[in-house]
Structure formats: C-alpha cells, structure tokens
C-alpha cells in the first residue's frame, strides 16, 4: 500500500506530516516546517505559493489570497488575476505545493492523505475540503477534526489509563474546543464547540485597526482607505501580536506608509501588551462560552479534566494561557508544538488507515444536530416550520438513525424534505443544507395519511446521505448534502485539475500528468471527464474488493457505453453504479 500523509489546512499556515518508524514527523517544505497558506500572483503572472506569496501581500494586496479557509463552503469567487477561483481551487494550489514538496523530501509519489477541519466546520465546507484534496491530485482518505487529530498527536505514548482532556485549539481563523475521553488506546470526542470566524486573524485586525487610529492621531490623515497601507498595517499587525508573546511591550515602525504633499508621513509608535490583550478581550471571552458550553454537552464540569492541551499558534498569547488557567484550574500542555500538532496527529491516522501498527482508534462526533423541518399540531393548530432534529450534535461517526413522518391528510401525495443543520427549535433559523420532493406517496390504508421512513447516514467523513421510504409503496429517494450552490460535481473536480498546470510555480521542475480518458483508462478516445471520474472511484473500490462482480459489471457497463458514446445509456449506468457505489461506501 502507498504511504498516506496527514496534512492541517490551515488558515494562515499548513504543513504535512508522516509517520516514521511508529512516530510522527512533520515532512519539511524545503527549509521551513509550515508553510503560509497564501497564494498570489507575481507582477509577471507566476504562481506564488507560501512564503512568496506572503511576502508580496503587503506590497501587492490585490494579486494576494490570505485566510481562504474562511470560504470553504461559501459561493464566494475570488479573482487572481485575469480569472475567478473557487475557495476549493485555491486551497488544492495550496495541498498540490504540499504534495509536490512531500514528494521530493521523501523520493517518492503521494497520492493518499488525511486532511483535518474545525470540529465546527459545516458540511459544505468539509466537502469543499475533500473536493480541494481531490483537484489537488489526493485520494482523500479521511476528513478529521482538528482537535481530535491533536488528541491523536497527544495520545500516542501515553498510558491506558483513563483520561478526560479538553483540547482548546486556537489558530489563525478559526476556534474550536472539544471533549475528548483517552480510554485504552480509544480517543472519543465527548463534545465539540466553537466558532469557525475566529483566530488570530481577527486579533491582527483589530491591532491593524488601533494602528490606524494611532497614526491618524499622529497626522490627521485616515489610512484605512489605502488599500496598500492597511495591508502594511495588518502584516505590522501580526509581527507585533507575536513579538508581544516573549515581551511586554513593542516598538512599531512602519515608514512611508503615506504622504502628503510629498511629504513621507511614517507610523512609530509603542504597543503595551496590556493594550493588546484590552483589545482581544472580548473575542477571549467568547472562547470561555464555547469551553463552558462544550463542558455542558459533556455533561462535566472542569474540576473533573484531567489535561488541558493548547492547539494552534494562537495559543502562545500569554493573556489565553492564564485565562484558561484561572478559568480551569489547570496549567496548559503544550509539549507537542502547537502550530504541529494537527499536521502529525493527522498523519497517525493515516497511519492507522494503512495498516501501521500503532495503538491508537479515533472516535468522532458531529459538532451540529440534523434533521428535517417539519409541521406539528400545537394546542389544535397546525404549527410549520418546526425542527425536528433526526442525529442529535456529539453523536459518534459514523452514525445512522431512521425517523417515521406522516403526511398531513390522506389524500396528500407529496412531501417536501428540507434537511437542516443546527440547534434552533425553528426549522428556518437553521441552516438549510438542502432539500427535495419526495412524490406520488400512498397510503398503506384507506382514509390513511402517507407515512414515510426518513434515514440519515452520516459517514466517517462528516459528510450526511440522507434516504426517505414510502411505506405504503415502498419507493425510495436518496441524496447526498452538498449544498447545491457551492458542491463541486465529479466534472467539475476533473475540470479544476485539469486547469491547475495554468498556474504553475516558475523554475520548480515538476510537472503534473494531465487527467486524459485515453491515457488514465486506456484506449485512444478520451472518455467525458464526469465518467472519468466515477470509473476511477469503482476501480478504487474494486482494488478494496475484486471478487464484487456486480460491481466489476456495472463497471465496464459503463465504460462501454461511453466509449459507444451512447449517452442514453452511459446516464442509465452512471446512475446504477453511483447506487452500488453508495451501498458500498456508506
């Protein structure tokens, strides 16, 4: 089997890890350990990827991506350059230049990887996450929990002894906290929460903003509306936060930042730490609502912990240490660097997933309930819009559960299903992660409403198939949440990739292998890239399973058509072998 790294797509920094002789390693991305998670374009149109790309922001803001993370998920294109990107798209430009460096520290071609998201990440956003690791030319194996793959990082020398540990995991974007149970080798996440709008990103604005305000005071003059000095003003920003880390106080120079009347007007001016942790205050506070409310789902309180583990290089800010201290009675760990500590856990489950032997299983939970809006008759009278939640939040994945639904009147023959995701009691507060009409029900008696069976199957990735049947007739309908208006088809995946090599990093030697019908299946006629895609996923399962020949026939079934270029029957066969895919995959 090929080796399967473990990679933390961060919001400000990513890196990639390995395990080795039974320990993880992080994999070096030339001489730093992370890597900036910044894409950009140079003033001559080459790609820039990490530190490159992060050193021209403050001068070139506009041909610069930062925080990209943020937008997983989201229908939100962003323009590099003469053309428009997917939140995916850029993220796979920053997994390709991780993969292309892993394979020339280790000699070798990576294919396989375990790439970590928030706890809270919403499903969109993980399967945006996977779909990035696909363009960027990974089988993606699993999607893990940030915090949960630090426990794993954490878990792996240590004693069978029961343990509750809560992991606080700050970084650059987002926040979350989870509960986890260390029991024999066994890592459970009791509980997560959090907020995927929250990090150090947030802390260098708000010092990016009171920098501002400094050198308005200094010469009446605003630099908030120059785009280039704010950018100047966010990286000042972000050095200072973590010079104040080590010391009490900093001295900020930032000349040329403006002029008037051709006058250069500089910024130079001292940051107390107190006025820095003044500043974060209440974003701190907001973290110790997530820890309490964590705590609570937990059903603990945070006399019964027994370790505390900082996750992320936000942590490293002296004020979140003591808070958590006095907050929690206990003094944070953090022997495993916090900017590492997603990277090498997620490498030990990749470990684990290959075979290694190491002593160590993951039990996830999801972070949202999920369920279906329904109507409820109240004191007489006919309530709509009321959530009735199917898997409860910090329930273990994989988990499957089957609610039973009636239609309101006997003659009523269509259902429409809207799957939420959330905690509030009003369907419409939630957040709709998709819908679809379930039609020409029966009933399974006269004067009977229609009753249906709603299935949810949440799968290992965090990632919900939802299946209803109609008891009176027995037909079913299926779908896999994806949130329609930002969801990647298979197409679209083959299409990105394709167009990866556009962009190309100038000088670096490697060239990627174009995705082409004829030459990844053989034959002379390149075949649509859609059916590419679903033949490469059945092969894939084959390889797991070469005796199914149902599967081997619906297999060259499909080939078959498409290379006969029947198209009526190559979307008959898509459509059977996307079935036996998800029988086999759930």
Known sequence: MSLIIGIDLGTTYSAAALVRDGAPQIVPHGDERIMPSVVGLSQDDALLVGTSARNQYALYPERTVRSIKRSMGQDTPVTLGERQYSPQEL????????????????????????ITVPAYFSDAARQATREAGEIAGFTVERIINEPTAAALAYGLDQSDARRLVAVYDLGGGTFDVSIIELDGGVVEVRASHGNTQLGGDDFDALLAEHLAERFQEQHSIDPRGDTRAMARLLRAAEEAKIALSSRPSVRVREEYLLSEGGRPLHLDVELERAEFEQLIAELLDGTLESFDAALRDAELQASELDELLFVGGSTRIPIVWELLRNHTGLEPASAINPDEAVALGAAVQGAIIAGEPLDAVLVDVTPHSLGIEVAEVIYGQIVPDQYNVIIQRNTTIPTSRAEQYWAMHPSQSTIEIKIYQGEQPIASR?????????????????????????????????????????RGSGKQARTTVRAAHVSLTPAQIADSRAALPDLEPMDDGVELLPLDGAAALGGDEPLPLDVISLLVRARRALADGPANAELRQATTALEAAARARDEEATLAHSEALLDLLYDLEE
């Open 91 to 114: 993220s796979a430009l920053i997994l390709r230049e991780l993969k292309r460096s892993a394979e020339a520290q280790l000699g070798q071609p990576v294919e396989r990887a375990v």
């Open 430 to 470: 939630n957040t709709l992660l998709g819908e679809f009409r379930f039609e020409q029900l029966k009933p399974e008696a006269p004067d009977q409403p229609p009753r249906i069976t709603v299935q949810f199957d949440l799968d290992i990735d965090g990632i919900l198939h939802v299946s209803a049947v109609d």
